[in-house]
């Protein structure tokens, strides 16, 4: 494989600034890779070929004039297709966007922009990043690089096979459930979901808008850390976006294990039908933790078994009201001629332009918010999410993290779950807590499955410390020297 593709987000951007390499070697390297690996994949929605080589060039021109280049000079990225560039068709997976062209960007691409960052291109997503697999995609699922029979995970399946197959440097997702950590976790990447308001979500189409953020995919915790300090940050264009003064600096004690307390959640490992493969290969890896000097302590999160309930009363109902705008009349598709109404246009356009999951969603969602059943459904769910909150709270009062498998499966075969939506639901049990409670929670390849799937660690940490949890995972891949960052033998060579 050409050399270019094995560096990471750090040692490109370093070589880069350093003359030792040109942005334009770096996107034939990348496109190269693409054009052999994508019809296997199908990672990609939408390439931008012609507007990368000519901010390459523009920056090659700045580097003979000798002005300096940013922090991800020359680094190739992919963004998942529900965050906005001007000029560009923005699908979110869906064919309700068809003919949509964004008429700004999002604030998490313009700063990968302003630090040199070069876009490759858009990737798929479960529609509306609704979905554990990607098989939600209007435009057909992507494929895991592990094994091409499995999914990628999802919603961020393309961005996570894009990194794993070293079609990507690095690349952007969105969480509201654990769309960058299981992703993460079944391709064997490293993924961050940042604490609420930490990433502007700023032109990050919405679904649940009081759990979206905006996280980085990447091959090391390193390039994830350098990745999230260049998109998060106050943006004024973003009322939820936290001011600096509400975030905790990152506490020096990552920097040794010893003396770092970690916490595994009791419920967690006695959850029904997540496979016993993955707590064995989690509990080897928490001995590694001790080995390295963190001290280990059972913990409990009592109400973390109303996560999954919980979280699927509060997303659709928020997805339901966020949805209404994609009506045939504002954005995209349009049913013309049978409509004959105004109410059935926007009903001809809805049922052909939506897929069933997310008209799913928005039936569930209209119906917990429906007056006399929202005090029932969407008010409970409320205050479950305040106690699912409490619990990580009174457990950071003992340990710095939380540390479980990431997701209670490794991927799984296309069509395994599609008839069956609780079962995917259940993909997600490990990280939704992580999002009702607003906090920060990474994933890290820690081992892999018997039949050699990537299986995930999921590091949790305090509200405002996602630089420790990514920490953490740089101190596990230090312990294990990187054995866990590795290509997938299939698509070793293209
Ligand atoms: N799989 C979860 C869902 O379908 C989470 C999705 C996400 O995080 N975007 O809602």
Not at 125 to 135: I, Q, R
Request: proline share 5%; glycine share 10%; net charge neutral.
């Amino acid at each position: 494989m050409d050399s270019i593709l094995d560096l990471s987000a750090v040692q490109t951007a370093g070589k880069v600034k350093a003359g030792q390499l040109r942005p334009l070697e770096i996107l034939d390297a990348y496109y190269g890779r693409i054009e052999k690996l994508e019809p296997k994949i199908k990672a990609y929605l939408l390439l931008l070929k012609d507007r990368a080589y000519g901010r390459a060039r523009e920056m090659e021109a700045r580097l003979k004039s000798g002005r300096p280049l940013g922090r991800l000079a020359g680094v190739a990225v992919a963004v998942k297709d529900n965050m906005v560039l001007e000029d560009y068709p923005t699908t979110c997976g869906s064919k309700i966007l068809e003919g949509y062209v964004s008429t700004y960007t999002a604030t998490a691409l313009e700063r990968l922009e302003n630090e040199d960052a070069l876009i490759l291109g858009k990737t798929n997503l479960d529609e509306f990043a609704m979905g554990s697999s990607t098989e939600n995609s209007a435009f057909g699922p992507s494929r895991n690089p592990w094994d091409t029979s499995r999914v990628p995970g999802g919603s961020s399946g393309g961005s996570a096979a894009a990194v794993a197959a070293r079609m990507a440097c690095a690349a952007l997702g969105s969480e509201t459930g654990g769309s960058v950590r299981q992703p993460a976790s079944f391709c064997g990447v490293v993924g961050l979901k940042p604490t609420y308001g930490r990433v502007s979500r700023y032109g990050l189409v919405a679904f649940g808008s009081s759990l979206d953020q905006i996280g980085p995919l990447a091959r090391t915790a390193e390039d994830a850390a350098l990745i999230f300090d260049v998109i998060s940050g106050h943006d004024p264009k973003d009322s939820t976006s936290l001011v600096p003064s509400k975030i905790q600096h990152p506490s020096s004690s990552t920097q040794h294990l010893s003396g770092i307390k970690v916490g595994l959640p009791k419920e967690y490992f006695s959850v029904e039908g997540a496979d016993p493969e993955v707590f064995r290969v989690t509990e080897e890896a928490v001995k590694v933790l001790a080995a390295g000097g963190a001290k280990i302590e059972e913990v409990s999160l009592p109400h973390s078994r109303f996560a999954l309930p919980t979280y699927y009363i509060v997303a659709p109902s928020e997805a339901s009201a966020n949805l209404a705008r994609f009506d045939g009349v504002r954005y995209g598709l349009r049913a013309g001629g049978q409509a004959g109404s105004l109410l059935g246009l926007y009903k001809a356009s809805r049922t052909q332009g939506l897929g069933h999951e997310v008209q799913r969603r928005i039936l569930i969602g209209t119906f917990a918010l429906s007056h006399g059943y929202y005090d029932a459904y969407y008010g409970r769910a409320q205050q479950a999410r305040a106690l699912i909150a409490r619990d990580f709270e009174e457990v950071f009062k003992n340990v710095d993290f939380v540390v479980s498998p990431t997701a209670p499966t490794a991927a799984f075969k296309l069509g395994e779950k599609t008839q069956d939506p609780v079962s995917m639901y259940l993909s997600d049990i490990f990280t939704i807590p992580v999002n009702l409670a607003g906090i920060a929670g990474a994933s890290v390849c820690c081992g892999f499955s018997k039949d050699n799937l990537p299986l995930g660690l999921q590091i949790v940490g305090p509200a405002g410390r996602d630089e420790d949890v990514l920490g953490l995972a740089a101190h596990w891949e230090r312990l294990t020297r990187g054995q866990y960052i590795q290509i997938p033998q299939g698509v070793k060579n293209g």
